[in-house]
């Protein structure tokens, strides 16, 4: 699916909301505007999956959005102010920051 609608949240190996930042998550799961799980992607830059470790340069939002080039929210527990200027600046991304450790709630909380 290439639709450009969906919203993608950052998850570990136990479907649990990542706590660390949204950019190094190990995986994401993108769910459609109907709550729908769509995939469940692999980060490439991930913790624990890549060896080039959390790299804080300004290309790294690019890259997350190549991976979720199909998503216009971005969900998570953490991520940098420069990251989400630019995904919203630049690649028109929606950055939201949550409490919640359930992915689909984060997702029904954001569609509300």
Request: hydrophobic share 30%; proline share 4%.
């Amino acid at each position: 699916m290439n639709n450009q609608n969906n919203i993608a949240v950052a998850v570990n190996k136990n479907d649990k909301i990542w706590p660390g930042h949204f950019g190094i998550a190990p995986h994401y799961n993108v769910y459609d505007k109907e709550k729908k799980l769509i995939e469940k992607r692999l980060n490439p830059y991930g913790a624990g999956i890549s060896d080039h470790g959390h790299d804080h340069d300004d290309n790294q939002p690019k890259f997350i959005k190549e991976i979720l080039h199909d998503c216009n929210v971005f969900i998570g527990k953490r991520m940098g102010e420069k990251s989400k200027l630019k995904l919203a600046e630049k690649l028109g991304v929606t950055t939201i920051l949550t409490k919640e450790t359930n992915p689909v709630k984060a997702v029904e909380e954001y569609l509300k």
